[in-house]
């Protein structure tokens, strides 16, 4: 009988130590930081991820994510300094770097970023106020979101909640200034191209102008020079005519007759003429030779 009461009072005490073992052990995973509280008043932050030893039964752990989040914010409507009304869509990637501080200033993610929209909204609006649209949508846009996330931080901390990013993912006109500003640049394009053809159309002319007028010259100066090599080949002509005239006559007429010959009857030319003409003297006499005049008839 001892011995089954010595039994089961051993068996109790190895499971309470069971039970306590369990209550003193807990894991942090890698996505995760602990806040450890005893009777609901924090005692200290696990941030090293691994199996940890707590107070059993009397300590208990809130875990609170460690991941980069991200909080998207409605889109707002501002005011450039250059009078130019924009709708701007931004969001924002963050982090929790002092676990405690958050747990006692906001508590949960959904308020964190509830605080941090008001936060990131007025930031936010100070910066186009401070900034034209162009400097927004265009030539300083990086260093716009560097001085939001900046000013943001400086709220943030309070919260222990550090601001990774900045980005304006959108930032344009409202779509009834939208509509009347691209109306406004199609009119000023469309205006600029009928400059620009206007000007083509006059360089054309110019162009075409200055053309005609060195083909004119060309053509004319082509021409006087040709003039000047026909005479000057004439006259090589009639001289070489001349001396072949000159050197050898029968030879000359010879030859003059050849061609005369050749161009009538290569051209087809009807000629009606007498056998006996002077013209084909050389078919009848190949020395060429004048007829001998005719004998005068005796009288009887």
Do not use: C, W
């Not at 060195?214 to 001349?242: F, M």
């Amino acid at each position: 009988m001892n011995r089954s009461i010595l039994g089961g009072f051993v068996a109790a005490i190895v499971v309470l130590a069971l039970i306590a073992a369990y209550s003193a052990l807990y894991v942090v995973n890698q996505t995760e930081q602990v806040i450890v509280l005893r009777l609901g008043q924090p005692v200290g932050t696990v941030t090293q991820p691994g199996l940890h030893v707590k107070a059993p039964f009397i300590d208990t752990v809130t875990r609170i994510d460690k991941r980069i989040l991200d909080l998207d914010m409605p889109e707002k409507e501002a005011t450039a300094n250059d009078n130019q009304r924009l709708v701007v869509d931004a969001f924002a990637r963050y982090r929790i770097t002092n676990p405690l501080r958050f747990r006692q200033a906001v508590g949960t993610i959904e308020q964190a970023n509830a605080r941090l929209t008001f936060v990131l909204n007025d930031a936010l609006l100070e910066a186009i106020r401070s900034n034209s649209f162009e400097q927004i949508v265009r030539d300083r846009r990086d260093q716009i979101m560097a001085r939001i996330r900046d000013q943001a931080n400086r709220e943030a901390d309070r919260f222990g909640i550090q601001i990774v990013d900045v980005r304006i993912r959108r930032a344009d006109l409202p779509e009834q200034n939208s509509k009347a500003v691209f109306d406004r640049m199609s009119s000023e394009r469309a205006q600029e191209a009928a400059q620009i053809r206007a000007r083509g159309a006059e360089q054309a002319q110019g162009i075409r102008a200055r053309a005609d007028r060195d083909s004119q010259v060309i053509v004319a100066e082509a021409n006087r020079d040709a003039e000047i090599l026909r005479g000057q080949g004439e006259a090589e002509k009639t001289k070489l005519l001349a001396d072949a005239y000159g050197g050898d006559r029968d030879f000359f007429a010879f030859y003059r007759s050849m061609q005369a010959y050749e161009t009538s009857l290569k051209t087809g030319t009807r000629m009606v003429l007498a056998p006996d003409s002077e013209f084909f003297r050389f078919f009848q006499r190949p020395s060429g030779e004048p007829a001998a005049p005719a004998a005068p008839a005796q009288a009887r």
